[in-house]
T-cell receptor
Framework: DGGITQSPKYLFRKEGQNVTLSCEQN?????MYWYRQDPGQGLRLIYY???????QKGDIAEGYSVSREKKESFPLTVTSAQKNPTAFYLC???????????FGSGTRLTVV | GENVEQHPSTLSVQEGDSAVIKCTYS??????FPWYKQELGKGPQLIID?????GEKKDQRIAVTLNKTAKHFSLHITETQPEDSAVYFC??????????????FGKGTKLSVKP
């Protein structure tokens, strides 16, 4: 079945560490997105990529980095510069502009 | 840029009643309006969408209506069931290239259906 897979489901990070969240899709979608969701809050866009080898900052890109070397993969690195990384992270993909997104099941990141 | 406002932020209904969630958008060029349902601890799932050339769309117990003149669209859930309890997000997009084509989401409505 086609879909979008995020891993791990839960991730714990120590202060000062970088961590990478995985996002893989087999839907042949061109566009991919990363969102952050805090408890009881909406979706805030971190980064997006409309095509391989290209990506753009979203509304809250500071302290995060991404790469898009393959169409299927869009990993997100939460760097030590992100001072409040504890949140629920959602990856999504889309055939392109003007189409709905397919979301992954999310990664819950906690700083310990 | 586009701005989407969603109301109410919380909604509690009795099982069997109807629920209505409303969204307004600012960019008259927006032409695609999806609705997502997010259950606790999961990612949002697309439940219904509508494009600007259509005024209403139905899928069993859910329907979406669009008023382009007033720039608002609504989600209607009839005969609500406890499993409808979730957070619902509306969104809008122009379909243009670049950041303008990204979906802009409302802040969500937490729907509780009481048995």
């Amino acid at each position: 079945d086609g879909g979008i897979t995020q891993s791990p489901k839960y991730l714990f990070r120590k202060e000062g560490q970088n961590v990478t969240l995985s996002c893989e899709q087999n839907l042949n979608h061109d566009a991919m997105y990363w969102y952050r969701q805090d408890p009881g809050q909406g979706l805030r866009l971190i980064y997006y990529s409309q095509i391989v080898n290209d990506f753009q900052k979203g509304d809250i890109a500071e302290g995060y980095s991404v790469s898009r070397e393959k169409k299927e993969s869009f990993p997100l690195t939460v760097t030590s510069a992100q001072k409040n990384p504890t949140a629920f992270y959602l990856c999504a993909s889309s055939p392109g502009q003007g189409y709905g997104y397919t979301f992954g099941s999310g990664t819950r990141l906690t700083v310990v | 840029g586009e701005n989407v406002e969603q109301h109410p932020s919380t909604l509690s209904v009795q099982e069997g009643d109807s629920a209505v969630i409303k969204c307004t958008y600012s960019d008259s060029a927006s032409n695609y309006f999806p609705w997502y349902k997010q259950e606790l601890g999961k990612g949002p799932q697309l439940i219904i969408d509508i494009r600007s050339n259509v005024g209403e769309k139905k899928d069993q117990r859910i329907a979406v209506t669009l008023n382009k003149t007033a720039k608002h669209f609504s989600l209607h859930i009839t005969e609500t069931q406890p499993e409808d309890s979730a957070v619902y997000f509306c969104a809008a997009s122009t379909g243009y290239g670049g950041s303008q084509g990204n979906l802009i989401f409302g802040k969500g409505t937490k729907l509780s259906v009481k048995p």
